[in-house]
Each structure stands twice: as C-alpha cells, then as structure tokens.
C-alpha cells in the first residue's frame, strides 16, 4: 500500500492491482483505497507481454534467504521495475546512485555518495549516510539511521528506529530489529533484537 500510494502521488503511474502468493485472488487490499489482488506472481509472464510495470515488495522476516530466492526467481527485466521516489524524498542531485525498483518514502534522506542496487526500500524519515551501500532487496524502515561507510547486505531488514553507527557491516539476510543500536559488524543470517 505504500508504493502505491507513492504510485499514486507521483501521478504518472495508475495502479491496477496486486500479485499476491497468500491473498486469493479477487480480494481487496487496503482500508480507505482498495486495490485488488489480480493473481499470483506465476502469471507475471502474461502480465510481462503487455506494458505494465512491477514493483515488487516482500515481507520475510523469518526467512529472509528463501524469501530473497523465490523473489529472485521471478524473471522481471530491470527496466520493467517502477522507482518510486516521493517528491519529499530528499536526495543529493547527481550524487546517488540508485538502481531499480526502489521505493524513497515521504522524507526519507539519501546523503551524498550511497548506492541503492535494485528493489530497495527506504521508508518514511529514515536516514542514509555517505558511502553507505544498501545491497539488493535491503529495507530500512521508518525512522532508521543508518550511519556513514556501511555495508548493508542482500535482504536485510533494519527495521523501526534502528541506529546502524558508521563503519559497520551488516551481513545478507539478516534483521535488525526495532529500536536497536548497532555497534559492531552483524554476520550473515542474524537476527538482531532488543528485547
């Protein structure tokens, strides 16, 4: 519902519905704007033969490798992806580079110098310092900080109000939870949670 709304905000893209593994198809998402679910992601090839473009989100964590490779196997070429940037979003001009398929929230912040690869997310007031790489399908959630140098991996999830400090390497598939600090490099596959 976020990129879609985004989607819609931005005006050149009409949203016609979504490809949904868990929601029958027919049924309708969203509590004040309904989108239906038009099918699953198998039939993203019959969709590929016309113009439409994807923008593909995911929700994972509890198995953020598996879930990376089922997304990964569906064959989209990159410049079917839709980038939704919100006009809020504040990004340094000509200093980013940010691939495909990635959602800037309302007042996200890019400094100079990051690279987002494909399909990232970065909601609403979160913050990217310099030289940060957030690699395929990172998600950093509303009001994330993530400092200067850092090595975000595939799929990992930084989720609400996390604090990433600068130097750090965040390993592939792992999650950050709400409210963390991290101070130290995080391996692969880990789950970090304050309790």
Do not use: W
Not at 71 to 92: D, K
Not at 120 to 125: A, H, R, S, T
Not at 160 to 178: C, H, P, Q, W, Y
Request: charged share 20%; proline share 5%.
């Amino acid at each position: 519902m976020i990129a879609a709304s985004i989607a819609n905000d931005l005006g050149y893209f009409e949203v016609q519905g979504f490809l949904n593994d868990s929601i029958p198809t027919g049924s309708l998402i969203g509590k004040y704007k309904k989108y239906p679910v038009i099918g699953k992601t198998e039939e993203i090839d019959k969709l590929l033969q016309d113009d439409y473009y994807f923008f593909l989100a995911y929700v994972g964590l509890q198995d953020e490798k598996n879930t990376y490779e089922k997304i990964e196997s569906i064959l989209i070429p990159p410049e079917r992806y839709a980038t939704l940037i919100h006009p809020t979003a504040i990004i340094p001009k000509g200093c980013c580079n940010i691939g495909n398929g990635c959602l800037l929230a309302p007042l996200s912040q890019l400094s100079p110098d990051t690279t987002l690869e494909d399909n990232c997310i970065v909601l609403g007031n979160a913050f990217i310092g310099h030289d940060t790489i957030l690699r395929r399908f990172a998600h950093v959630a509303t009001n994330g900080v993530v400092g200067a140098n850092i090595n975000i991996g595939k799929a990992v999830h930084v989720g609400s109000n996390a604090t990433i400090r600068e130097k750090v390497n965040i390993g592939d598939f792992s999650l950050i939870g709400s409210g963390s600090v991290v101070l130290n490099d995080v391996p692969e596959n880990s789950a970090l949670v304050d309790d």
